[in-house]
């Protein structure tokens, strides 16, 4: 049993979700609370079974590096979001058993106030855990490898010479 | 600059072919790029960045900053929106353009799609018309363009083409499993399977290798040039002739008239923003349909005080694209197999002929799916997040196949591009305003062919099938983009003439997308070559320096 494999079962037997087995450190837009936040409404989102979830495929840090660059727009709403959810949580989301995160994402997934925020971390989600590892999830390709795609092998560019024909 | 006997606004599909038929012909070129010469060196294969997908922006251009559109949804709201934003129908700004990102398809429209009005009436509503040119004068450049470009495939099973004067150049590409899979299902179903034509080498051809057959296809540049666009083929021999002056980022504001209107170049912003004048005795417009009509209607003159081309209002109008439809069928067994291109088989038996409809459209097997695309291809009712989200991509993602195709839509009038005087790009340029949506007629061809998908997804084995298929009547577009200006007889009703040449002025041609009169049941990259070599063919013949033989 590998080291992810053993935390994973570990996990599963004490019933704690991975992302409060650790501390979670700050990001480059959201800071180490609101990263625990995040990453345990992910984890909610994609969880750990026989394959990894969101949390380990580091989804939380793809979106807190997107939310610097190409999703800055949605820094408020994040920001917003991920208070509520905690709010709801009666202080950390993160600390909240996982039933109970459960239960208070499928309420903010109604609520008018807090449908486009979830709508939103559901589709960044995917993004992270379903895209290429190079944005900063998708760990190790784990989701990929959970498909049977493997990860394609690191090809030289311009170094082929396939003149001669051959038909792979 | 030096004058030339022919500048050309646009290096995709149709402004590549041009450039190397008036190269090779003696005449000297500009050709200018809005974008700029991309490699798969600098484009990484980025699954979430890129042509076909580009939720994290676009890896060919154009620049998600300062290229807005204004887009007009049905009940008239508009909206500001950025290439990599839906509703912007982007075609990748670079040299090649959508040759150079597409999955390369390589369809020759049915001698019935260059008919529509004559064979089937025109449904209420629509501007539905003739070509002005058949399938029969479009043949021998098809020829050309399937050899230049270079064709792989094998239609000979296809009993509902159009006559070929010339086999393909060269042989299909081994099948993948869902391509066997329903070959041996349409056949028990009397149906008439074949091999996709593609721009793509099944062998070296043309200098360059066959495809490797990686996952890295469509929306991407192909790694090692098997894919052909016309970055990789007339451009670099329209190079080679010394005739022709390739100019990337520049980005064309207006064409440039003297006083009696003629046209006597381009004013355009090069790679520094500085605003160059290339006079030429010749004046392509070869944007795309979106682009093209822009620029025209930017091109204001005392003569045409409403755009070029435009005195009765046609420039814009009918833009089209397609509305894919199909489904999907979920298998027992693994059916995907993870080879390139993806897209192998497809039938034409749906194209026409189909009873209470006007047309139709080919059937094919779809491209090869990243794990990200096929988060929208999970089946109706799946929880969207969660243990049973998870669950859905593990079971479906290898046993499902694909099956779509493009309807051929009956072009309307409110579908159109304007320039939008209040919004500017990051020169100053009205930016393209894109408002009105579809004939309704698309959405019953969509059902039918979603049947016809359904059912050879059964006989295949499907032990469950979904639809593909979205009924909103909104407007389609999109690397499909046509119909912008209209090819036509009567100058009152089209934009251009038989051979691509404006009514109003007869040095300024528009050849891409935007002459279809209507945009067939296939993609339409192959045709726009194809018009590309017809119309060169015509200005070879009839220029004489300063101006056309009678």
Redesign the interface.
């Known amino acids: 049993m590998n080291r992810r494999r053993f935390l994973q079962a570990a996990a599963a037997a004490t019933g704690l979700t991975a992302a409060s087995c650790a501390v979670v450190p700050r990001g480059r837009s959201l800071n180490g609370s609101e990263m625990a936040t995040l990453e345990a409404i992910c984890e909610?989102?994609?969880?750990a079974?026989q394959?990894p979830g969101a949390a380990w495929a580091g989804v939380a840090n793809y979106i807190d590096r997107?939310l610097a660059g190409?999703y800055r727009e949605y820094r408020p709403i994040y920001r917003a979001g991920l208070a509520e959810a905690d709010r709801r949580s009666g202080g950390s989301f993160a600390h909240v058993p996982a039933k109970r995160q459960?239960e208070i994402?499928r309420q903010m997934e109604k609520d008018e106030t807090t449908k486009a925020f979830f709508t939103l971390v559901?589709s960044h989600?995917?993004?992270g855990f379903?895209?290429?590892p190079?944005?900063g999830g998708n760990r190790d390709y784990c989701?990929?490898r959970?498909?049977?795609?493997p990860p394609?092998p690191v090809?030289g560019?311009?170094q082929?010479d396939?003149?001669?024909?051959?038909?792979? | 600059m030096k004058k030339v006997d022919a500048v050309i606004v646009g290096a995709g599909a149709g402004g590549g072919v041009v450039a190397k038929e008036l190269a090779v012909n003696g005449l000297s070129v500009v050709l200018l790029e809005r974008g700029k010469w991309v490699t798969a060196n600098d484009c990484r294969k980025d699954d979430l960045r890129n042509q076909r997908n580009s939720t994290l922006g676009n890896n060919t251009g154009p620049d998600d900053e300062g290229n807005p559109r204004v887009v007009v949804d049905p009940s008239g709201n508009e909206r500001i929106v950025r290439p990599s934003q839906p509703g912007y129908m982007n075609n990748a700004a670079c040299v090649g353009s959508g040759t150079a990102t597409y999955g390369a398809m390589a369809w020759r429209f049915h001698p019935n799609d260059f008919r529509m009005k004559s064979t089937y009436g025109c449904p209420e509503g629509s501007t539905l018309e003739d070509w002005p040119v058949s399938y029969e004068d479009l043949e021998p450049f098809y020829c050309k363009a399937e050899w230049e470009i270079g064709v792989s495939g094998n239609d000979a099973g296809n009993p509902f083409k159009g006559p070929r004067t010339k086999p393909l150049p060269m042989p299909p590409l081994p099948p993948t499993r869902e391509h066997r899979i329903l070959e041996v299902a349409a056949k028990r179903l009397g149906l008439h399977p074949f091999d996709i034509p593609m721009a793509r080498n099944s062998v070296p051809y043309g200098g360059r290798p066959p495809c490797m057959r990686c996952r890295w296809c469509v929306g991407f540049i192909c790694e090692v040039n098997a894919k052909g666009g016309t970055q990789n083929t007339v451009i670099p021999t329209a190079l080679q002739t010394g005739n022709c002056e390739v100019r990337t980022r520049a980005m064309v504001k207006e064409i440039l008239l003297d006083d009696r209107g003629r046209a006597t170049g381009v004013a355009y912003f090069d790679a520094n923003d500085r605003l160059q004048k290339q006079e030429a005795e010749l004046v392509v417009v070869a944007g795309g349909a979106i682009e093209s009509a822009r620029l025209l209607l930017n091109t204001r003159h005392r003569l045409f005080p409403r755009g070029l081309g435009n005195r009765h209002d046609w420039v814009g109008r009918n833009l089209q694209g397609h509305t894919y439809v199909g489904a999907i069928g979920y298998f027992e067994e693994p059916t995907y197999d993870d080879l390139g291109p993806g897209a192998g088989i497809a039938l034409c038996d749906f194209n026409h002929g189909n009873p209470g409809l006007r047309g139709g459209g080919v059937l094919a097997n779809e491209f090869i799916r990243l794990p990200y695309q096929f988060l929208s291809r999970l089946p109706p009712g799946t929880p969207s997040w969660g243990i049973a989200h998870k669950d859905a991509m593990r079971r479906y993602y290898r046993h499902t196949i694909v099956i779509l195709g493009p309807v051929q839509e009956m072009p309307i009038f409110e579908a159109r591009v304007q320039a939008d005087q209040r919004v500017k790009d990051r020169w100053g340029i009205p930016v393209a305003r894109l408002s009105g949506g579809k004939h309704p007629h698309a959405i019953e061809i969509g059902e039918f062919l979603v049947g016809k998908a359904t059912v050879w997804l059964q006989e295949a084995g499907a032990i469950r099938t979904w639809e593909v298929i979205n009924r909103n009547l909104v407007l389609s577009g999109g690397q499909h983009q046509a119909g912008t200006c209209r090819m036509g007889n009567d100058p009152k009703t089209s934009v251009v003439n038989r051979y691509c040449q404006l009514h109003d002025v007869d040095n300024v041609f528009v050849v891409d997308g935007s002459v279809h009169v209507t945009n067939g049941g296939f993609n339409p990259a192959l045709t726009i070559m194809t018009i590309g070599y017809w119309a060169s063919d015509y200005i070879v013949r009839t220029w004489k320096g300063t101006r056309f033989r009678s």
């Open positions: 909610q989102i994609i969880p079974d394959d997107q190409f459960k994402l559901v989600t995917m993004q379903y895209g290429d190079r944005h989701s990929w959970m498909l049977g795609v394609s090809r560019r311009n082929y396939l003149t001669g024909g051959s038909r792979s």
